[in-house]
Structure formats: C-alpha cells, structure tokens
C-alpha cells in the first residue's frame, strides 16, 4: 500500500492511476492524516458485470440521452389544464399575493 499526499495526487494523477491500475492501492493523506483510499477494481465485486453474465439482467438498450429525450416528449405532450382547478388554485394565490 503506498500512501501519497493530496498534492501529490493533484500533480501527478496519471502516475497515481498508474499504481492502482497495475493492482496497488493508494491512500491519499492530508497533512499526514489519511483521508481517501484509490484501490483497484474488484472484477468480482462488479455487480452489474456479474448479473449480466448470469442472465439475471440487461444491459441497457438506450443511452441516458435517449431515455431523458423520449421523457421530454411525454412531458410535451402531457394535456395541461389551464381552465379547470388548477388554473383556477393558481388564479386564486396570486389575487391573495396583491395588495
């Protein structure tokens, strides 16, 4: 285990991320007390890898950009009632907030 300081860290990051890639974890110390730890990917303890090679999970179809696309669409085309109660609660609170 190789502990570096925070500074260290901000000035050589490539060179940290080197260490934790070849298997070395790193604590990241701050005026000599340690307050992070860098380790190195568990391949086992990735869930969502391990789910997908059991069958019991997907992968996503769509990206995130898709997904919140398609959201944006159904909001759009959501019906808005601006005559019925809500127009008429919203009427209501800003002829209470006039003088």
Sequence with gaps: MTAIPIRELSHHTARTLALVKAGETVDIT???TVIGRIVP????RDVRA???AEGRMRPASRGRADLL?????RIDRAPVDNAGRT???LQDLRDDERY
């Design 30 to 32: 701050e005026r000599g």
């Design 41 to 44: 990917v568990d391949p086992t």
């Design 50 to 52: 391990r789910l997908t």
């Design 69 to 73: 696309a398609d959201l944006r669409r």
């Design 87 to 89: 127009g008429a609660a």
